[in-house]
């Protein structure tokens, strides 16, 4: 768990430092539009990758359990397909349309579409690592490796004076995740299992399908709840109000770090525990997961809380007037954070399929939040839209994993006298 903390926060850290540097050499304006970019292009990404991360990491260790390397070959051949195709289509169809359109230039479309395809490519193949080879490898390269290249050679253009446009940031940090690919690819081709690579593939399309897409629904509705409040202030307002809630959100996500890290810890120990009835140690895990998260949050909000005016003026002085805007974003995401892995739980114990339903009503929820208060609030609206958004969903997944599950992943396991107790048979929903 330390490993993955540590990975956590040290990407989350190097992401920081990557954005303020891209504050300072940009004006305000052309920071929105990076920002704006960069949230289509994370979006776009998740979508062109159609569930295949978490696809790929379940299909090897099952088939790898029930000695089937022919169907382990043939659903990462599936996996690769996809993402040798789908992400280059879509950015050709995004590149056609912001230069026809939206009356982008060609050359920053194209360096968007290539990160689209690179941040697809390096999202599949983290996910094959974790299984095949280590987290290090996994989160390492994903989250750290690659942005300490951009931040490194940042610096070094900031020393010398040099300015970048916003293409160039995009085609650094291309160069950066084909670099980290090339590691995590050499790395798993030496790991991969012989039977594996000897086996003839076999294949059971409808089943990897149908498996993928509820995958997808999942993830584009959690990449959607993440990154589309950047672009709808991107419209709704001006690319300065953009690039300030890009910054104040960012900053807030600090908390979404530990909650990330506790994602990884579920989905590693949580499913055995659960499906065998080990109420015993599964109550250890939940226990030292909010004690963890418990830690994050209140060292976060403390820091949010006295240093806010210190942090927004890392990216620049206009960014300092953003204060309530942060410190409201930091509270409702502090509120989820302190929820724990509620959505991750509910999808290993069978419920993938009724999640999706959860975040879109949530989604629907926070876009009537920004219709209201964004012409009443400004910025500052959009960021009550958000938090409460998020502190309703987070309300009502914790209610739903102990109603349908008995178990509490949030924070208040800690002060509760009786611990978990799970049903007496645990079976699957479909």
């Known amino acids: 768990m330390a490993l993955t903390f540590g990975l956590q926060f040290g990407g989350a850290i190097v992401s920081f430092v990557m954005y303020t540097l891209a504050a300072r050499i940009l004006s305000p304006a052309d920071f929105g539009h990076l920002a704006m970019w960069l949230c289509v292009c994370q979006l776009s ?72 395809v690179g941040s697809s490519s390096i999202t599949l193949s983290s996910h094959i690592g974790r299984s095949t080879v280590s987290v290090l490898l996994a989160e390492g390269m994903r989250d750290f490796f690659w942005r300490s290249i951009v931040v490194a050679v940042m610096l070094g253009l900031i020393v010398t004076g040099t300015i970048i446009e916003i293409h160039e940031f995009f085609l650094l940090s291309v160069a950066g995740i084909v670099l980290a690919l090339a590691i995590q690819i050499v790395a798993i081709a030496r790991r991969l299992p012989k039977d594996l690579l000897a086996a003839r593939p076999n294949w059971q399309f409808r089943h990897w399908i149908k498996a993928s897409l509820g995958f997808w629904a999942a993830a584009i509705l959690e990449t959607i709840n993440q990154y589309f409040d950047v672009i709808i202030v991107y419209w709704f307002l001006d690319p300065v109000s953009a ?158 994993c102990r109603r349908w599950l008995g178990l509490d992943p949030s924070v208040l396991f800690l002060f509760r006298k009786r611990p978990a107790t799970l049903p007496e048979a645990t079976t699957r929903v479909s």
């Open 243 to 400: 690039g300030a809630y890009f910054v104040a959100s960012r900053i807030a996500n600090m908390f979404a770090v530990g909650l990330g890290a506790l994602h990884n810890v579920s989905t590693r120990r949580i499913p055995a525990l659960y499906f065998s009835g080990n109420t015993e140690e599964l109550n250890k895990v939940l226990k030292s997961m909010a004690e963890m998260m418990l830690l994050c949050v209140g060292a976060g909000i403390a820091l949010v809380l006295f240093g806010a005016d210190e942090i927004l003026a890392l990216f620049g002085p206009s960014f300092i007037a953003q204060k309530w805007t942060l410190i409201t974003l930091a509270l409702g995401t502090a509120f989820y954070a302190a929820g724990g892995p509620a959505s991750s739980v509910l999808m290993i114990a069978g419920y993938e399929r009724r999640y999706p339903w959860i975040v879109a009503a949530n989604i629907v929820l926070r876009f009537i939040g920004f219709a209201i208060f964004i012409p009443i609030f400004g910025l500052w609206g959009a960021a009550l839209a958000a938090s409460i958004s998020l502190a309703i969903v987070t309300i009502v997944l914790n209610v739903l």
């Open 45 to 116: 990404s998740v979508a062109a990758v159609l569930g295949q991360e978490m696809f790929v990491l379940r299909s090897l260790h099952e088939y790898a359990v029930a000695g089937r390397p022919d169907l382990a070959k043939g659903s990462l051949l599936f996996s690769l397909a996809i993402v040798a195709v789908t992400p280059l289509l879509l950015a050709v169809v995004i590149g056609i349309v912001g230069v026809l359109l939206l009356g982008e230039t060609p050359r920053l479309m194209v360096a968007t579409g290539l990160f689209l």
